[in-house]
DNA sequence: CGTGCCAGGTGCCGT
DNA sequence: ACGGCACTTGGCACG
């Protein structure tokens, strides 16, 4: 089901908008408007955005994106289940169309004003697929639990998500010396936060185990800066680069080729 | 500028593609295309998203966007200086329509294969605006070196960003006693590595200075979850509840009536 | 260009 | 609902 209307009046939109939109029947509808807008935000913070040429996006659950020609994020939004209600105004003799977005908690609205549009058009999507995703964190940790031996000889992981005062632990065990291990794992480049959480696990660790000699920190990254390596000297801790292939060799230059 | 095909075999959505997103001419266009497309993803992880329908938006700046019927962010996505290429493909028996998308740095790959098209338009965005936000972390650093009496009577600012080993502090100073402020802001809920952070900065200031009597260390969010104060006291640490309003009365009342 | 860090972060899963 | 945290985080400012 795709319905479009091309240069149409606000009031046109404004009708196009209300019919394919509103109600339980528009539950898998997504709304597509082209034209030349501005846009108001008020909430967490407060943006105001000149006239120009978007494209906005209204979901049925009531995610509202508003895209500029540029940039890969959205210069203003709402999120789901925000309330959203299309409009006609009056703006100094022109009529404007308006998408009016509004939720409760935090306290948010948005307007965007067109003062043409371009296209308009609704389409029913059938999609009942989820993303599945391989190489997030968790995937990391398990593929460690699995084989610890990548990490270091003899280690042996006794805790998972090991609660401290200070957070979770994301690996704990202990080395072929039944020394303890703590281990940090990000999944992209490290900043020296991370090394501070690490720190602190292991203080943590150390204070509520007064008897304890020695516990050792690990933090491990598929990448790991000069300055990061000082911080963890500094603070006694050690670190390993750990990289989960998912992809084998690197075909960019067989890539590169299908571009030419 | 607005050019459209209604259910183009994947030849048409092609030549289309091809025709407004490449060379020069098309830097201000966008390709919105609507239908049947199954995503593959291959870079700094890996994904799969079977059939389904969803609008993809591709910008000339590179940035490809896969938004399902629902939720905020895109489910599959290629970030700005993306390369991307249009092709038609062969698939057992039928043809399909294809975004390949790639780049180098990192190597990441993503194929939107479509099996059908219900509508394809590409649109010229004249638009030179950008957004001015109010309420970013920096306007509340702003507003407290204006009127550090907000955080505490007596209160001088000394300096702003300044550089520590650890990191930068967002506000330093001196209370009514002479003693050092140093203060951490948050503009949203602080987690417990603004903790660490802020005990990082303390520590550092404390080792430079090895004489200081004594430092404060003071964090300052819109609100303060028990398990922060508790963590903040342990490490003998200070907060104020700030919120900054860009936004005087909360006029939800007379917003949700227009909704009526 | 790498590095560090804020974001109206968003989304997910836990209690 | 609130909290804690990962994210293909994205985007920007700075050395």
Redesign the interface.
Same mark, same amino acid.
């Given at each position: 089901m795709?319905h479009?209307l091309?240069?149409p009046t606000p009031a046109e939109v404004n009708e196009f908008a209300d019919a394919y939109m509103r109600g339980m029947r528009s539950k898998?509808?997504?709304l597509?408007v082209?034209g030349?807008c501005c846009v108001e935000y008020?909430? =967490?913070?407060?943006?105001? #955005?000149?006239?120009? *040429?978007?494209?906005v996006?209204v979901?049925?659950?009531g995610?509202v994106?508003v895209?500029?020609?540029?940039?890969?994020a959205p210069?203003?939004?709402?999120?789901?289940d925000t309330?959203v209600?299309y409009r006609t105004e009056a703006g100094n003799g022109i009529s404007l169309f308006v998408i009016?977005s509004?939720r409760?908690k935090p306290?948010e609205?948005m307007y965007v004003r067109f003062k043409t549009v371009?296209?308009v058009?609704a389409?029913?999507? =059938?999609?009942?697929?989820? #993303?599945?995703?391989? *190489?997030?964190e968790s995937d990391i940790v398990d593929r460690i639990m699995g084989d610890p031996g990548v990490i270091e000889e003899g280690l042996r992981i006794t805790d998972r998500e090991k609660q401290t005062?200070?957070?979770a632990i994301d690996l704990f065990g202990v080395d072929r010396d039944h020394i303890p291990v703590i281990i940090e794992i990000k999944?992209?480049q490290p900043t020296?936060?991370a090394v501070?959480?690490l720190k602190?696990y292991v203080l943590d660790h150390q204070h509520r185990h007064t008897g304890a000699v020695r516990v050792r920190g690990i933090l491990c990254a598929p990448s790991m800066p000069v300055m990061i390596r000082t911080l963890l000297t500094e603070n006694k801790l050690e670190w390993r680069v750990f990289k989960c292939e998912?992809?084998q060799v690197?075909d960019?230059q067989s890539?590169?080729e299908?571009?030419t």
């Open positions: 795709t479009m091309l240069s898998d509808n997504v597509v082209v030349c008020v909430g =967490r913070a407060r943006s105001m #955005l000149g006239w120009g *040429g978007r494209v996006i979901k049925s659950d995610s994106l895209h500029q020609k540029v940039g890969g210069v203003n939004w709402q999120p789901p309330l209600r009016y509004y409760l306290p609205k371009d296209m058009s389409h029913r999507l =059938r999609d009942d697929r989820t #993303l599945r995703i391989m *190489g997030a005062r200070s957070g999944r992209s020296p936060s501070l959480q602190a998912f992809e690197d960019a890539t590169l299908e571009f």
